[in-house]
C-alpha cells in the first residue's frame, strides 16, 4: 500500500460532497434508558436508515462517481450477496451506469430480487468463494466492467468514511467510536477519519467471537482470515482485506469480541429501547460496549448502527 | 363544550414551549420505495421515537406542567394500561409529583414495570371498566390528586397537538395529515392546529374495522361507542369521548376503517423499508391510505406514528 494513496481529510470531504445528493444524512439518536444501563452517553448513528438499508450505499456511490466516462460506458461488477450488491447496482442505476452483480444461485430470493429492483443485472454461480471469482473475472473480462469490491479499496473505504465526518460535524465531543467490522471498510474509514478530526479520540470495533479474524489479525500483527464463520451477524462473515489491515493496524485501538448471546441481547435493547429495526451485525458493538462497560464509563461514545436489512421472520425473539 | 375553552393556536404553541425540554422533538421520515408503493409523498412522524415510546408524553406533560402548585403537593391519577400511564408517571415524576396510575391486575407484568421504572405507584384492581373508574374515584378521593384522563380533556388534547405543530414547522406544504383514532386525542389535537395553520389541508383518521366507533360516530354524527373492540391495534381500542368527539366532527375530513390484514401487511412495510420499530397501531394510518390511494395519489401526506410500545415475542411476521 503506497502511503500517498491513502485518502485525506480532503479526500474525504470531496467525497461527501461527492454522494450527498445521493445519500440520507442519517439522523443520531440517544436513548436515556441504553444510557443507564451502559453508564455512558451513547449517540447512534442510524446508517439502518440510510438508503439501500446499509452504510454501503455511500462507499459504492463514492466507487461509481469516481470512475472516468470511458469507463463508465463499460459498466461496473461485483460478486456479493449483501448489502454491497444492492449498493452498487443502486449507485450504478442512478447515474446510467450498468452493473453486473456475480450472485451463489443459493442466495435468498428477496436479496435478488432487490438488486432486480435497483437496475442490477444477476450473474449466478455456484455457492462457493472459488465460483464466484470465477465468474466475476468471465464478466469482466467479457464486458470490460470494472471491479468494484466491496470494502478492500480506498475509494470504498473513502466512502464509507463520510459516516463518522457527517458525526464528527455534530460537534459532539466523543471520546469513542464504536462500528462493527466485517471486512473492515466502515472500520477503516471510520477511524482514518476520526484520526484526522480529533487525535485523542479513539476508534473501536466489534466483532462476533463466530468470525474473529480481525480480533487474531490485530494482536498476531498479520491478516489470519477466519475460514467457516458462524454468527447470526451474516454481514460480518467477511474477513479482512489487506488495505483495510494496514489501516485498522494504525488507527485502531481494540477489537472486542462478544458472543451471539450477547449480540442478540443487545439487539433486542436496540428494537426494544430505541425503536429501530436493525440487522444482527448492527448490534455487535453495542454488545461490545455492554461487555466492557469499564472501558467507557462516563464517556460520550458513538456507535455506528450499520445496517437494517433483516428477515423479520427470522428474529431472535 | 364551551367554546372558549377550546385550544387556540396560541395556547398550543405555549404548550410547546412548556414541554419541549421534556419530550424529544421527533423526526421525520421519508422513504422512496413505500412512495412508490402509495403514488403520493409521504413524511413519517416518528412518535415511536418519543420518550416514552409513544405521543402520549406530550399531553402527560403538558396536563401536568399546567397544575397549579397547590394541586401539584397532592399528586395525579388515572386508570390505564397502556403508553398514557407511563407517560403520566414519568411526566409526574420529572417534576417531583406523586403519580397514582390504576391498572388491572391481569395487565402484562411489562407494562407495570414501566410505570413502575417511571416512578409511578400502581394500584391495581378487578380487570372491569366498572372496577377501574370506582378504584380511580377511591385514590383520588382519599389522596386528593387530580385525575389526568388519558384523551378527553383539553389540557391533553392541547398537548398532542404540539406533534402537528413540529410537522407544520418543517415548512412542507402537506394536502393531508393522517393519525389513528382511539380515545381521538391525538386527532383532535392535529385537527385543530392544522385548523389554524393551513385552512386548505385535511385530516383524516385510520381506524380498525374491529373498533369502529370513530367511522360510526363520525357518519351519525353522535357518539356511538363500540362495546368488545377486537384488534391487533391495542391502542385504538377505546372509544372517543364527548370533547374529542366534537373537535373532530368539526374539523376532521373522514375517517377510513381498515382490516386486520390491511394493518399487519402495513405494520411489515414500516418494519421493512422504514426501519422502524412500530406498534401496530401506527400502522392504521398507512393501511388507510393504501386502500385509499386514490384520494392522496400525488399529494403531500404526513403520517404520525403513534407508538412504538410492541410485544416484541408477538409480532405478526
Same mark, same amino acid.
Given at each position: 500500500?503506497?502511503k500517498?494513496?491513502?485518502?485525506?481529510?480532503?479526500?474525504?470531504?470531496?467525497?461527501?460532497?461527492?454522494?450527498?445528493?445521493?445519500?440520507?444524512?442519517?439522523?443520531?439518536?440517544t436513548?436515556?434508558?441504553?444510557?443507564?444501563?451502559? /453508564?455512558?452517553?451513547?449517540?447512534?448513528?442510524?446508517?439502518?436508515?440510510?438508503?439501500?438499508?446499509?452504510?454501503?450505499?455511500?462507499?459504492?456511490?463514492?466507487?461509481?462517481?469516481?470512475?472516468?466516462?470511458?469507463?463508465?460506458?463499460?459498466?461496473?461488477?461485483?460478486?456479493?450477496?449483501?448489502?454491497?450488491?444492492?449498493?452498487?447496482?443502486?449507485?450504478?442505476?442512478?447515474?446510467?451506469?450498468?452493473?453486473?452483480?456475480?450472485?451463489?444461485?443459493?442466495?435468498?430470493?428477496?436479496?435478488?430480487?432487490?438488486?432486480?429492483?435497483?437496475?442490477?443485472?444477476?450473474?449466478?454461480?455456484e455457492?462457493?468463494?472459488?465460483?464466484?471469482?470465477?465468474?466475476?473475472?468471465?464478466?469482466?473480462?467479457?464486458?470490460?466492467?470494472?471491479?468494484?469490491?466491496?470494502y478492500n479499496?480506498?475509494?470504498?473505504?473513502?466512502?464509507?468514511?463520510?459516516?463518522?465526518?457527517?458525526?464528527?460535524?455534530?460537534?459532539?465531543?466523543?471520546?469513542?467510536?464504536?462500528?462493527?467490522?466485517?471486512?473492515?471498510?466502515?472500520?477503516?474509514?471510520?477511524?482514518?477519519?476520526?484520526?484526522?478530526?480529533?487525535?485523542?479520540?479513539?476508534v473501536?470495533?466489534?466483532?462476533?467471537? /463466530?468470525?474473529n479474524?480481525?480480533?487474531?489479525?490485530?494482536?498476531?500483527?498479520?491478516?489470519?482470515?477466519?475460514?467457516?464463520?458462524?454468527?447470526?451477524?451474516?454481514?460480518?462473515?467477511?474477513?479482512?482485506?489487506?488495505?483495510?489491515?494496514?489501516?485498522?493496524?494504525?488507527?485502531?485501538?481494540?477489537?472486542?469480541?462478544?458472543?451471539?448471546?450477547?449480540?442478540?441481547?443487545?439487539?433486542?435493547?436496540?428494537?426494544e429501547?430505541?425503536?429501530?429495526?436493525?440487522?444482527?451485525?448492527?448490534?455487535?458493538?453495542?454488545?461490545?460496549?455492554?461487555?466492557?462497560?469499564e472501558?467507557?464509563?462516563?464517556?460520550?461514545? /458513538?456507535?455506528?448502527?450499520?445496517?437494517?436489512n433483516?428477515?423479520?421472520?427470522?428474529?431472535?425473539?
Amino acid at each position: 500500500m503506497e502511503k500517498h494513496n491513502i485518502p485525506q481529510l480532503l479526500d474525504i470531504q470531496q467525497a461527501h460532497q461527492r454522494i450527498r445528493a445521493y445519500i440520507h444524512r442519517t439522523p443520531l439518536q440517544t436513548c436515556a434508558a441504553i444510557d443507564a444501563i451502559a /453508564g455512558c452517553q451513547i449517540y447512534f448513528k442510524c446508517e439502518n436508515l440510510q438508503k439501500v438499508g446499509a452504510f454501503k450505499a455511500r462507499g459504492a456511490t463514492n466507487a461509481v462517481l469516481k470512475l472516468s466516462g470511458n469507463l463508465r460506458a463499460n459498466g461496473v461488477a461485483t460478486h456479493s450477496s449483501g448489502n454491497h450488491a444492492a449498493a452498487l447496482a443502486r449507485a450504478a442505476t442512478k447515474v446510467g451506469v450498468k452493473s453486473y452483480i456475480v450472485m451463489p444461485s443459493s442466495a435468498p430470493e428477496i436479496k435478488k430480487a432487490a438488486v432486480r429492483t435497483y437496475g442490477g443485472e444477476i450473474i449466478e454461480c455456484e455457492p462457493t468463494l472459488a465460483a464466484r471469482e470465477e465468474m466475476l473475472i468471465k464478466v469482466v473480462n467479457e464486458t470490460g466492467a470494472t471491479f468494484i469490491p466491496p470494502y478492500n479499496h480506498m475509494d470504498i473505504i473513502e466512502g464509507q468514511a463520510t459516516c463518522a465526518l457527517e458525526m464528527w460535524e455534530e460537534n459532539i465531543a466523543f471520546d469513542s467510536i464504536l462500528t462493527p467490522v466485517g471486512g473492515g471498510g466502515l472500520l477503516a474509514g471510520t477511524a482514518l477519519v476520526t484520526h484526522y478530526l480529533n487525535k485523542k479520540a479513539k476508534v473501536y470495533a466489534g466483532e462476533p467471537e /463466530g468470525a474473529n479474524d480481525a480480533w487474531q489479525s490485530f494482536r498476531a500483527g498479520s491478516l489470519i482470515p477466519v475460514y467457516q464463520p458462524k454468527t447470526i451477524a451474516d454481514g460480518l462473515m467477511t474477513s479482512l482485506g489487506d488495505i483495510t489491515f494496514q489501516l485498522i493496524k494504525t488507527h485502531v485501538k481494540d477489537v472486542f469480541t462478544v458472543s451471539e448471546e450477547e449480540i442478540v441481547s443487545a439487539m433486542r435493547l436496540i428494537y426494544e429501547r430505541l425503536k429501530l429495526v436493525i440487522e444482527p451485525s448492527s448490534a455487535v458493538p453495542l454488545a461490545a460496549l455492554l461487555a466492557n462497560k469499564e472501558v467507557f464509563a462516563g464517556k460520550n461514545i /458513538g456507535i455506528i448502527l450499520s445496517g437494517g436489512n433483516v428477515d423479520l421472520s427470522k428474529l431472535p425473539f
